[in-house]
């Protein structure tokens, strides 16, 4: 079973730093979402791609934040000039068009750990 | 997109039944009620989904009244692996999941 994976699990890094995370979402899902989880809260909606195109960001998505979906497959997230507040879990999520957007399976995330 | 609002814990023992309620009064016509159950340090997970009545799968199910102001997730004989965080979500036309902060269930032995 490939559900959705991403790379890395856990990240430490210092403050200013630049870091890079990877998602593989399932094969057929041409919908991949990004959400960041801080501790005692929900998922919060960063962005979204259909297919290669990305069509929803969130104010939350600072200029520091970039998402790319490179060929609609597997997609990139990274954070510029990283703070303390950046520190928290990313998630990210795939569907398939066709079925309830609301139907989204989620990898297992990627601890940012901001020093 | 309609807020919800769902008690912040429960608790349960092994065995028993567990019914959590969301209220959302403010559903639209469109409007679907989607259920997450999340583990720590994991992923959410899709539990259920329905928009009226009830629906069942192998895992709970949904309870809806006509007037679909709320809805009652519904875990039959719940054990030590049902622990975990429970999201309810009412939206629909959207690509984008809003979560609240959940309802945090503890099954004890």
């Known amino acids: 079973d490939t559900g959705v994976s991403q790379d890395p699990r856990h990240k430490i890094t210092k403050r200013g730093q630049n870091v890079t995370f990877r998602c593989d979402p399932i094969s057929e899902h041409n919908r991949l979402y990004w959400y960041r989880q801080t501790l005692g809260q929900g998922p919060e909606f960063l962005t979204y791609f259909q297919n290669e195109a990305q069509l929803e960001k969130s104010r939350l998505l600072s200029n520091r934040f970039s998402a790319e979906r490179p060929k609609g497959s597997f997609s990139t997230l990274e954070i510029q000039r990283t703070e303390q507040g950046d520190s928290a879990m990313y998630l990210c999520a795939s569907s398939l068009q066709r079925d309830s957007p609301y139907e989204q399976y989620f990898g297992p995330g990627t601890r940012l750990t901001v020093t | 997109l309609a807020k919800t609002t769902q008690p912040v814990s429960m608790d349960s023992y092994e065995g028993q039944e567990v019914n959590i309620t969301c209220s959302h009064n403010n559903i639209a016509t469109n409007d679907y009620i989607t259920w997450y159950q999340q583990f720590p340090s994991q992923g959410p997970r899709f539990i259920i989904q329905g928009y009226k009545t009830k629906v069942t799968n192998e895992v709970a199910s949904l309870f809806i009244p006509a007037d679909r102001k709320s809805s009652t997730l519904s875990l039959p004989r719940v054990s030590l692996s049902d622990t975990a965080v429970y999201y309810c979500?009412?939206?629909?036309?959207?690509?984008?999941?809003?979560f609240g902060k959940g309802t945090m269930l503890l099954v004890s032995p």
């Open positions: 979500l009412v939206g629909s036309g959207y690509s984008t999941l809003t």
